[in-house]
């Protein structure tokens, strides 16, 4: 997989995790509201001590495609909000998994 792909299953993730804290939303990036978009960033800010902006998931979470990859330090501050530890561990594990199938 490549860094792009990754990412792409980093967002995923990331939708299932939001989901953890509230099952009640089964939907993709295309509908995550407003009201979803500041519940993340609370649960973000509760879980990790770290800020994120709504501009900034606005740009590079509600986006289908992405034509770059954000900045690192935002990478790893969504890769430990899934459960690793940074995004090279995201990547890593994702690679890993991919060898494994």
Not at 9 to 32: A, N, R, T
Not at 51 to 61: A, F, G, M, N, R
Not at 63 to 82: A, Y
Not at 88 to 101: A, L, P, T, W, Y
């Amino acid at each position: 997989m490549n860094e792009q792909q990754i990412f792409q299953e980093l967002k995923k993730q990331i939708l299932i995790f939001y989901q953890k804290s509230y099952p009640y939303f089964q939907g993709d990036w295309k509908i995550f509201s407003s009201k979803d978009i500041r519940q993340l960033i609370d649960l973000i800010e509760v879980e990790l001590k770290e800020k994120v902006s709504e501009k900034w998931i606005y740009t590079h979470l509600k986006p289908e495609t992405n034509e770059k990859l954000p900045r690192r330090d935002m990478l790893d501050i969504f890769s430990r909000f899934v459960g690793s530890g940074s995004w090279d561990e995201f990547v890593f594990n994702q690679n890993s998994s991919e060898i494994i199938r």
